[in-house]
């Protein structure tokens, strides 16, 4: 299968190229550095040229909902536009679970995953939506953005984090099983208040950091209350922190 990966060169991109390759598929890597831009559609047309299946890990960090919803919106309908003329047939896309959670709608970035959502829905191209909760990374990344010297802010959320590496697979069994709308929301297997979890991993790692929790404004009483962790009918899957620490 020839599968075209937006957002590829990213961490979640790089694990879902080497798992696909791995099972014999032929990947193309759709990034700005390989040139293609989803916001503009510029090279979009080429880089979908012959390809099946489109997974869709494309990002837009930012907690304007205004911004978010612009972007993703825009987005969809360049990436939409480029996979009927390219005839591709399944559109997978990963999502974030709860993120139309009138709860956390304060967080301007949800609402423009929502967005995104929607639009695929409506696109009218074969789809599948993956839902997963925070990656064990997200701890790591949350300090090298909010680390300041020998301090870090780290959020204050409840969640069941996930290894990336697992959201991965879980991607590429949706790409092989073809569409099948909204698949079951994915998490890890305990929950982890990210703070703490947090200090595990920078301790695991030699990494000496004070951690400051604060609380999301607007949103973080949600967060800290279970309003990230998902409902019934979620897939739970392995490994717990403890043993993606000892692996890695």
Known sequence: MRIAVLGGTGLMGKLVVTQARESGHDVVIAARSTGVDISTGMGVDAAFDGVDAVVDLSDHVTNSAKKAVAFFESAAENI?????KAGVKHHVLLSIVNCDDPRLKSFGYYQGKAAQERAVEASGIPFTILRSTQWFEFGEKTVSLMGFGPLALVP????????????????????????????????????????????????????????????????????????????????SAGPTLEEWLSAR
Do not use: F, H, Y
């Open 156 to 235: 204050r959320m409840l969640s069941r984090p996930v290894a990336a590496k697992t959201v991965a697979r879980t991607l590429l069994n949706c790409v092989e099983q073809g569409p099948s709308g909204r698949a079951a929301d994915l998490a890890g297997p305990e929950d982890l208040e990210i703070p703490a979890m947090t200090r595990t991993i920078l301790r695991r790692r030699g990494q000496r950091k004070l951690l400051i929790p604060i609380s999301i404004p607007g949103a973080g009483k949600a967060m800290r209350g279970g309003a990230l962790l998902p409902g019934p009918g979620s897939t």
């Open 80 to 84: 939409a536009g480029a996979e009927r």
